[in-house]
T-cell receptor, first 114, second 107 residues
Framework: EAGVAQSPRYKIIEKRQSVAFWCNPISGHATLYWYQQILGQGPKLLIQFQNNGVVDDSQLPKDRFSAERLKGVDSTLKIQPAKLEDSAVYLC????????????FGPGTRLTVL | KQEVTQIPAALSVPEGENLVLNCSFTDSAIYNLQWFRQDPGKGLTSLLLIQSSQREQTSGRLNASLDKSSGRSTLYIAASQPGDSATYLC??????FGAGTRLTVKP
């Protein structure tokens, strides 16, 4: 069974530029999560999708971050414009159902904002 | 708002020791609790998942307990090995991570 795929693995941009990350969850998983992990901290949930609907985006900085999950499968997370403090690893995870099931994580995208 | 605290923040032990990692959380209205392992520069691997109706789960040398009423969970690692060196993260559902305990097991 293929795992959660993310791309790119690394990205370096300058502040005020835009960037997008892509995630392909495990086939059949209805729930998809995006997390931000700053060095030395635990991951912080940015947004949770159930199929193509948003379940929780309470910690998503909506003035600069956006995410979508087309057709309830792949998802894209965008930052526009990026700030220095956005430098972090962005992790995508999926689970068959919300709440009761294990989350499976992708390798992450490491973003550096200069 | 769920607040998750993991103690200790870092731990260094000699190989073979039994050890306990602690996690406390403020909101007991959780539907499960997961323990993850994170190796440097890599993604997260789920170790154990305890449903809210359960009190513990075991997998090999790992045992995790859950006390919802007191907002606590512990991860017990028996006979630690150098390969256990990693950061261990506690996640009371839904999806609120602690900062983790960085474990180093010395040969």
């Amino acid at each position: 069974e293929a795992g959660v795929a993310q791309s790119p693995r690394y990205k370096i941009i300058e502040k005020r530029q835009s960037v997008a990350f892509w995630c392909n969850p495990i086939s059949g998983h209805a729930t998809l999560y995006w997390y931000q992990q700053i060095l030395g901290q635990g991951p912080k949930l940015l947004i949770q999708f159930q199929n193509n609907g948003v379940v929780d985006d309470s910690q998503l900085p909506k003035d600069r971050f956006s995410a979508e999950r087309l057709k309830g499968v792949d998802s894209t997370l965008k930052i526009q414009p990026a700030k220095l403090e956005d430098s972090a690893v962005y992790l995508c995870a999926s689970s068959p159902r919300p709440g009761t099931d294990t989350q499976y994580f992708g390798p992450g995208t490491r973003l550096t904002v200069l | 708002k769920q607040e998750v605290t993991q103690i200790p923040a870092a731990l260094s032990v000699p190989e073979g020791e039994n050890l306990v990692l602690n996690c406390s959380f403020t909101d007991s209205a959780i539907y499960n609790l997961q323990w993850f392992r994170q190796d440097p520069g890599k993604g997260l691997t789920s170790l154990l998942l305890i449903q809210s109706s359960q009190r513990e789960q075991t997998s090999g040398r790992l045992n995790a307990s859950l006390d919802k009423s007191s907002g606590r969970s512990t991860l017990y690692i028996a006979a630690s090995q150098p390969g256990d060196s990693a950061t261990y993260l506690c996640v009371p559902g839904p999806s609120r991570f602690g900062a983790g305990t960085r474990l180093t097991v010395k040969p």
